[in-house]
């Protein structure tokens, strides 16, 4: 059978090898010199004072969570439609998470139903730039003040994207990304938080290291964790960074080759990019139907798999997860019914470094072929 076109793959350039192989000459493998000069170069491209790497997007969202002291019976605002890690990092704080409906038309978090959704318990807010665009800022900044709330911003999927101007990830508290295989720039599996506040990022440093005393180093200042990126991972990401523009031109390639292919095709969705985003850039390329395609998501992405094509189903809300339904009966109130008409509706198509124009015209013929023949 023919080698499927998948949802994502890994390019490699030189500068990683050559870091890589640094590490192994030197045996510096666990800690390094490329551990700061990732965690500065990064914080330095997002526009942030300080970055503290950790072993993934997931621990980071936890670090950010604790280095806030999110405690036992908080409640967090989250857009629903997202990566359950960010449920998951509240809920390992002993937090509450509360799902928040996202836009129909962005899949963005709606800043509308912030507000309403406020109590006294409420102590942060994550908002969660997906899928490479950035949620509109001004008024979860005013809200965050206006209530005494802190900001984490889940920017695992949006590096380098800009809200009017301004780098995600520098606007609220604490900045959280990833860089799992799949993400824009990668080490296999990685993640780090950025501030521009020097009494957090210490804070987070402390505790991502165990919390292992500043004096008697076996007498520990705090319940730390270990999140220690590697410095062979961080060697990785280094060299993934020197060459992020040369990723982002493709990937802004592929968005803009789908979009002209797809854009007349009755029934299929593109989600619209609002101009507050002045640096767009797309992570994968999604879509979804409505009432005038002529089958449903799951039978066209079986015709897809068929034909060698691999998709990604979008996310299942927080509101439907089951281990957080049975723990939260109020979830049965908070109905996200554009997050929900998502999950049934929306899929993401392969949007690797490597796929070929040539690839995604055939994948949009396939689509196409499909809506009229039916
Ligand atoms: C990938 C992702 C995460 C989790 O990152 P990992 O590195 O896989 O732990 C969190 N949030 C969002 C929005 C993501 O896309």
């Not at 109590?119 to 490479?132: P, Q």
């Not at 508290?173 to 990022?201: H, P, Q, R, W, Y």
């Not at 999604?286 to 799951?298: A, C, E, G, H, Q």
Request: one cysteine or more.
């Amino acid at each position: 059978m023919k080698k499927k076109i998948p949802v994502f793959d890994i390019k490699l350039n030189k500068s990683e090898k050559k870091y890589a192989l640094e590490c192994l000459k030197t045996s510096q493998i666990g800690q390094g010199r490329f551990i700061k000069k990732f965690e500065n170069k990064f914080s330095k491209y997002v526009n942030c004072k300080y970055g503290v790497t950790t072993t993934s997007g997931t621990t980071a969202l936890h670090l950010a969570c604790s280095t806030l002291n999110l405690k036992k019976n908080d409640e967090v605002l989250i857009s629903s439609s997202t990566n359950m890690a960010c449920a998951f990092s509240v809920e390992y704080c002993g937090a509450i998470p509360v799902p928040i409906d996202i836009e129909m038309n962005t899949w963005q978090l709606n800043v509308k139903d912030l507000e309403k959704k406020i109590t006294k318990k409420t102590k942060a807010i994550m908002v969660v730039h997906l899928f490479g665009q950035a949620v509109d800022m001004d008024p979860v900044l005013k809200i965050a003040k206006k209530y005494k709330l802190k900001i984490i911003e889940d920017c695992a999927e949006s590096h380098g994207v800009e809200y009017k101007g301004r780098k995600v990830g520098s606007m609220g508290d604490i900045g959280v990304f990833s860089f799992f295989s799949n993400k824009t720039i990668t080490c296999g599996e990685g993640g780090m938080i950025v501030t521009n506040n020097k009494k957090l990022a210490v804070r987070a440093s402390i505790l991502k290291n165990l919390a292992y005393g500043k004096k008697n180093r076996f007498m520990h200042s705090d319940i730390g964790f270990n999140y220690r990126l590697s410095n062979l991972s961080a060697a990785i990401g280094l060299g993934q960074l020197e060459n992020i523009n040369s990723k982002l031109k493709e990937k802004k390639r592929i968005y803009l080759r789908y979009k002209k292919k797809l854009k007349n095709i009755s029934g299929i969705k593109i989600p619209i990019i609002k101009k507050h985003t002045t640096n767009f850039i797309m992570w994968v390329f999604n879509v979804y139907l409505d009432k005038n395609f002529p089958i449903s998501r799951d039978k066209l992405i079986k015709i897809l798999d068929k034909n060698g094509v691999e998709t990604r189903n979008a996310f299942v809300p927080i509101n439907k997860q089951k281990v957080l339904r049975q723990k939260y009966k109020i979830y049965k109130k908070y109905n996200c019914v554009n997050a929900n008409y998502i999950m049934k509706k929306g899929f993401y198509l392969p949007s690797g470094n490597n796929i070929t124009n040539k690839q995604i015209d055939k994948i949009c013929k396939i689509i196409s072929d499909t809506a009229s023949k039916i």
